[in-house]
């Protein structure tokens, strides 16, 4: 079946370091892929998606792009802010399915 | 305009208590999904509605679970004879016409605690 893999975490960087948190994906089809981030003590809202091969997603300063050859979507910043600290869920949906399935999170610090 | 709300936003019951989990999609949204959050399994789907139809209910975990969707709207998840493993945030998220490409917009959960 279709599953999403993250990186372990958790990541902790200073500030104004580079960020890349890799996820990579198994799916029939032509999927949509979404990265969701929840705050602290917030609720999961969508950061970035991108619903077809080449395309870039951006929001925020982050960027992913879905790179069929390599089944990945990792999720790129070139200078993190203590703002960011959270956790970001790489999630995909298959194009004859309802749902969204989750990679296992990935739960990054920064630090002043 | 208002996003997903869910209520109550916390619940601590006793095993073998039933308890009704509330959502309230966005206005005009047709497709509704619930989620489970919890430590050991991350996040996981649970049913997704078209309407008030189910088409897709393979995330129930058991027949104590069950959910409904009355005039297009508001759900109610179900969980009867609660067990210890079912403590968990429960979310909701709703999306406009449930197509693969939307964006799922997602409540504030509720936290059940079952003792």
């Known amino acids: 079946g279709d599953s999403v893999t993250q990186m372990e975490g958790p990541v902790t960087l200073s500030e104004e370091a580079f960020l890349t948190i890799n996820c990579t994906y198994t799916a029939t089809g032509y999927p949509s892929l979404f990265w969701y981030v929840q705050y602290p003590g917030e609720g999961l809202q969508l950061l970035l998606k991108a619903t077809k091969a080449d395309d870039k997603g951006s929001n925020k300063g982050f960027e992913a792009t879905y790179r069929k050859e390599t089944t990945s979507f990792h999720l790129e910043k070139g200078s993190v802010q203590v703002s960011d600290s959270a956790v970001y869920f790489c999630?995909?949906?298959?194009?004859?399915?309802?749902?969204?399935?989750f990679g296992q999170g990935t739960t990054l610090q920064v630090k002043p | 305009g208002a996003g997903v709300s869910q209520s109550p936003s916390n619940k601590v019951t006793e095993k073998g208590k039933d308890v009704e989990l509330r959502c309230d999609p966005i206005?005009?949204?047709?497709?509704l999904y619930w989620y489970r959050q919890s430590l050991g399994q991350g996040l996981e789907f649970l049913i997704y509605f078209q309407g008030n139809s189910a088409p897709d209910k393979s995330g129930l975990p058991s027949d104590r679970f069950s959910a409904e969707r009355t005039g297009g709207s508001v759900s109610t998840l179900t969980i009867q004879r609660t067990q210890q493993e079912d403590s968990a945030v429960y979310l909701c998220?709703?999306?406009?016409?449930?197509?693969?490409?939307?964006?799922?917009?997602f409540g504030p959960g509720t936290r059940l605690l079952v003792l």
């Open positions: 998220a709703s999306s406009p016409t449930g197509t693969s490409k939307e964006t799922q917009y």
């Open positions: 999630a995909l949906r298959g194009s004859n399915t309802g749902k969204l399935i």
């Open positions: 206005s005009g949204h047709t497709a």
